[in-house]
Structure formats: C-alpha cells, structure tokens
C-alpha cells in the first residue's frame, strides 16, 4: 500500500489549524521539530491535565486529503492543516491500516501507526457541524473516527509535500486502529 504526501503542517503554538510549511523535520521518538504537540510524553492540554507523564503516543498526526472531498459534499471547506494535522496524504487508506504500521516517508523519516485521532468539539468550533461529518456510525451502530490516525517517530527525517509513503503492515494478526 502507498500513497504521497499533499501537505505538511506545524504550529509552535498551541492553535486548531497549523500553517503549511515546504517541509518538516521528524525527531526520532519526538514528533515534528519546533511543533507544540511534539515530545516523549503527552502534549495535548487534555491528556497532559489527566496524566502528563504518559507516553506521546500522538507526536504525528496523519489526515486522508480524500476526506475533505468528502465533507466538501456535506458544504464543509476544509484545507490541509485545518483540522491539526502534520501530514495530509493522498492514496493511502490510513484508515485501513492495522495498528503498528510503519509508513515510510520521503528519504528517511518512519512512522509507527498508533491509533485513530478521537475528534474533539474544536472542529465544530472551526466549523459548526463538521464533527458529526467526521465522527459517525456505521451500520452495525458502531462510531467510525474519520479524522485521520496517530503515530510515533521512529526515524526521523524531512518530509516534503509530494514524498512517497510506503505502509509496511506488521506480521501477526490485524489489530484494527483504535483511538489514542
């Protein structure tokens, strides 16, 4: 399974959208340099005020550019970067993609998937609605997250929007993504 990277994104404050960058430099076992969510232990204000010496498991946040085509259908406008992410790829089903998937991005740069990003109200904030176009259920009732999954550096490196991205799926039994 492949695809390429459309956008990067990075913020240094903590804000919703980050601007797009030319490229972004991953840190082994950190994140995105210079990004507000990038560390060892958890940077996001809600899990830092629950435990903040539990392990970063969101240090990148990966979106399907087909998505916003998608809400684009229900009148939403969404752009890369808008809705927080640092990568937004195209062609790759990273919805699909077992947990413990390594992407392979650009020259160097490996990332681990960790999970699905759980949605939060700030989407509705950027766009009254948008949530429920992100956030759903399928026909057995069961919630579907859409807003892009959760990984961790493993090799660090720069990445360029239009670097390929290669999924290399982890050997044993598929273990469907869960929210991190």
Same mark, same amino acid.
Do not use: W
């Given at each position: 399974?492949s ?6 994104s ?5 804000? #919703?959208? $980050?601007?797009?960058? %030319?490229?972004? &430099? ?23 005020? @629950? ?7 969101? @240090?990148?946040? *990966?979106?399907?550019?087909? =998505? #916003? ?5 229900? +009148?939403f $406008?969404?752009?890369?970067?808008e =809705? /927080?992410?640092?990568? &937004? ?5 990273? *919805?699909? =993609?077992?947990?413990? &998937? ?7 740069a490996? *990332?681990?998937?960790? +999970? ?5 109200? @700030? !989407? %509705?904030?950027f @766009?009254? /609605? *948008?949530l $429920?176009q992100?956030? /759903? ?10 807003? +892009?999954?959760?990984s961790?550096?493993?090799? +660090? /490196?720069?990445?360029r929007?239009g670097?390929? !991205? ?10 469907? =993504?869960?929210?991190?």
């Open positions: 399974m695809g390429h990277v459309t956008a990067v990075s913020n240094g404050e903590y804000s #919703f959208t $980050k601007p797009n960058r %030319d490229s972004i &430099t991953l840190l082994t076992g950190l994140g995105v340099e210079g990004d507000v969510h990038a560390g060892v232990t958890v940077k996001h204000r809600s899990r830092v005020a @629950q435990d903040p010496t539990r392990p970063n498991l969101r @240090q990148v946040h *990966l979106m399907h550019e087909e =998505l #916003f085509a998608e809400v684009g259908e229900g +009148g $406008k969404v752009a890369p970067g =809705l /927080g992410e640092n990568i &937004t790829t195209r062609g790759i089903d990273l *919805l699909a =993609l077992p947990t413990g &998937t390594l992407l392979r991005i650009g020259d160097s490996v *990332l681990e998937v960790t +999970g699905l990003r759980n949605p939060c109200v @700030q !989407i %509705d904030r @766009q009254d /609605g *948008l $429920k992100v956030v /759903g259920r399928d026909e057995a009732g069961n919630i579907v997250r859409k807003a +892009g999954i959760m961790v550096v493993r090799e +660090g /490196g720069v990445v929007p670097d390929t !991205i290669e999924a290399e799926l982890p050997s044993g039994p598929h273990r469907p =993504l869960e929210k991190v």
